[in-house]
């Protein structure tokens, strides 16, 4: 559950950048962010870019490259978690059946 809330959190930040139209440089707000945490992480990977003069704006390119990275994690997550359940299931029907 915690997981959806990091999502609908990123959601959320990315959506106040562009409702601001923040998407450039020369566009950038002060922003004071609810969840600091995913804020952090967006400018740690450079999604959210600070300019110096405590202003920020979204990097599109970075947010894209930053949604990939997580489709990723996740995929690779899913992938594992179904070959432990097979293994399992597996170790399972073979210990019945003897």
Known sequence: MWRLGLGRSRRRIVNDFV?????????????????QRTFRRLCGYGAIVEDGAGRYHLDADRLGAFRGAV??????????????????AAATVFALAE
């Open 71 to 88: 489709r990723r994690r996740a995929a690779a997550i899913a992938a594992t978690s179904g070959v432990v359940a097979s293994a399992a």
């Open 19 to 35: 409702a601001a139209k923040a998407t450039t440089a020369a566009r950038a707000i002060a922003y004071e962010a609810a969840d």
